[in-house]
């Protein structure tokens, strides 16, 4: 499935992921999320069908500035995620591919 990748500059002011948007990934069959950035609503998206990657928690809601941007290349932590790259996770972190891995 689709995986959302958010580069929110490794912010700890406020979170760019709520439940309500996590939920909204699992109606439109994502796999997964990962932002450079906090969530909020952790127990809540916990119960979700959708793996979700971030750097912390924040109670604080992020305010909607822009869009941002759709199927480019999205770079942090070292790691460059491009668009059609596989992404496999765990509870022990990410890995990117170009190819599909056989595991």
Known sequence: GRVLVVDAGASKRCALLGDFLAETGTKNGWSGIIINGCCRDSEEIGKLDIGVKTIGTHPLKSSKRDKGMRDVPVSFAGVTFKPGSYVY??????????EKLEL
Not at 89 to 98: F, I, N, R, T
């Open 89 to 98: 996770a765990d509870m022990d972190g990410v890995l990117v591919s170009d």
